[in-house]
C-alpha cells in the first residue's frame, strides 16, 4: 500500500478524523487507522 502524501487527504477525510477524536474519544493514531487501513471484503 503505497501512502498519500503529505497534504493531499480530502477535507471529508479530515472531518471524519476529527469527529471520530471528539465524539468516540479516539487518539489520533487510531482514528487515522481506522480510516485509512482498507476495510475486509
Known amino acids: ?3 498519500v502524501p503529505y ?3 480530502s477535507n ?3 472531518e471524519e478524523a ?3 477524536m ?3 474519544n479516539m487518539t489520533a ?3 487515522s487507522k481506522t480510516l485509512i487501513s482498507p ?3
Do not use: D, F, I, N
Open 1 to 3: 500500500m503505497s501512502k
Open 7 to 9: 497534504g493531499k487527504y
Open 12 to 14: 471529508e477525510l479530515r
Open 18 to 20: 476529527v469527529r471520530l
Open 22 to 24: 471528539t465524539e468516540e
Open 29 to 31: 493514531g487510531s482514528a
Open 39 to 41: 476495510s475486509p471484503p
